[in-house]
């Protein structure tokens, strides 16, 4: 059975850092699109980050323009899974943020298919 946790969610200041895990489970995700994704209260789900491989062993990252230099995406092969480092955090960051992996052939940002995590709650006050 597949599985993705997320943690590290919680309650900031403006300015504030936090760092969010996603440990996988049930297969091996080392060819996959791993990413983060969130969901504001009355909004859509929304792309955040991802990291990809590529055929040159070597792995991408993505960024949604709002968080990019404030947000950083790791991967952990050795323990299939994913991080996000989220700096200066800004109230507009206030979302649950859900962990995702799916097939890298349908793309960095694909929401429609793949494995998910049950969210974790991030909070920035202001």
């Known amino acids: 059975q597949v599985q993705l946790v997320e943690s590290g969610g919680g309650l900031v200041q403006a300015g504030g850092s936090l760092r969010l895990s996603c440990a996988a489970s049930?297969?091996?995700?080392?060819?996959?699109?791993m990413g983060w994704f969130r969901q504001a209260p009355g909004k859509e789900r929304e792309f955040v980050a991802a990291?990809?491989?590529?055929?040159?062993?070597?792995?991408?990252?993505y960024y949604t323009d709002s968080v990019k230099g404030r947000f950083t995406i790791s991967r952990d092969n050795n323990k299939n899974g994913v991080s996000l480092q989220m700096n200066s955090l800004k109230p507009e960051d206030t979302a649950v943020y859900y962990c995702?992996?799916?097939?890298?052939?349908?793309?960095?940002?694909?929401?429609?298919?793949?494995?998910w995590g049950q969210g974790t709650q991030v909070t920035v006050s202001s």
């Open positions: 995702n992996s799916h097939p890298r052939e349908l793309g960095y940002a694909d929401q429609s298919h793949g494995y």
């Open positions: 049930g297969r091996t995700f080392s060819s996959y699109t």
């Open positions: 990291t990809t491989w590529n055929s040159g062993s070597t792995y991408y990252a």
